[in-house]
C-alpha cells in the first residue's frame, strides 16, 4: 500500500497533500461536471452526500493527492497512486517494482498544461523517494487530454484494453514509463 498521508510536493502552480475533511466542497464543485468522472473512467457526483463518501475514501485509503492550486486556493483535482495487485495486463512487469497513477483536473483548468505539471512531481516522487522501477497509467482513446499529459511527460504505450463502465465498453490504453526514461528525459 502507498500512504502519502506525510507527503507534500510541490510545484509553481500546486501544493500536492492529503485530502482533508474541509476540500468537501472544491471537490463536489469540480466532481459534479459531466465529463471530468468519466474521463478518468468513474461517472460525475449527483451530490455532496456521494463526494463526502469518496472523499471519506481517499482520506481513509491515503493513496490520493489533492490538487491545491496556489493562485485559486482551491483544491481542483485529484491524483491516485495505486499499487498494482492484478498483473494480468502486466505480465512482462510481475517481479518489478511498478505502480498506476490517474488524475482528473476541474474542467476550469483543462488546457493549461497543469496537469502535466502535477504528474512530473509525483513520477519524481516515485521513482526518486519510493523507487519504483515503472509507472504506469491508461486513457480512453477518446481522451486526447489524459493521452497529451502522457506524451509531455514521457510515457509510452504499453498495451490496449478495453474498459467496461455501466455496461458500456471503452477502448483504453496502457502506458508505461520507466525510471530511466524519466530521469533521462525530465530535468
Known amino acids: 500500500m502507498i500512504d502519502i498521508s506525510n507527503v507534500i510536493l510541490e510545484t509553481e502552480n500546486f501544493i500536492l497533500r492529503p485530502f482533508e475533511i474541509g476540500d468537501l466542497e472544491d471537490f463536489y464543485s469540480y466532481a459534479k461536471v459531466e465529463g471530468v468522472g468519466e474521463s478518468a473512467g468513474w461517472n460525475?457526483?449527483?451530490?455532496i452526500d456521494e463526494t463526502k463518501n469518496i472523499l471519506d475514501m481517499f482520506i481513509n485509503e491515503k493513496n490520493v493527492f489533492a490538487l491545491y492550486h496556489k493562485t485559486s486556493k482551491k483544491v481542483i483535482?485529484?491524483?491516485g497512486l495505486h499499487k498494482i495487485e492484478d498483473f494480468s495486463l502486466f505480465?512482462?512487469?510481475k517481479d518489478k517494482n511498478i505502480v498506476e497513477i490517474g488524475f482528473v483536473l476541474s474542467k476550469d483548468y483543462w488546457g493549461r498544461n497543469l496537469m502535466?505539471?502535477?504528474?512530473?512531481?509525483?513520477?519524481?516522487?516515485?521513482?526518486?523517494?519510493l523507487n519504483?522501477?515503472?509507472?504506469f497509467a491508461a486513457y480512453f482513446e477518446q481522451n486526447n487530454r489524459s493521452r497529451r499529459v502522457q506524451e509531455k511527460c514521457g510515457f509510452k504505450i504499453y498495451k490496449n484494453d478495453i474498459y467496461k463502465i455501466n455496461n458500456k465498453e471503452y477502448k483504453s490504453n496502457y502506458t508505461i514509463l520507466s525510471k530511466e526514461y524519466f530521469n533521462y528525459i525530465i530535468k
Not at 460525475?44 to 451530490?47: D, G, I, L, R, T
Not at 519504483?132 to 509507472?135: A, M, Q
Open 44 to 47: 460525475y457526483h449527483k451530490s
Open 77 to 79: 483535482g485529484s491524483f
Open 91 to 93: 505480465q512482462d512487469y
Open 116 to 129: 502535466a505539471e502535477a504528474v512530473k512531481v509525483v513520477c519524481r516522487y516515485l521513482f526518486n523517494d
Open 132 to 135: 519504483y522501477d515503472y509507472i
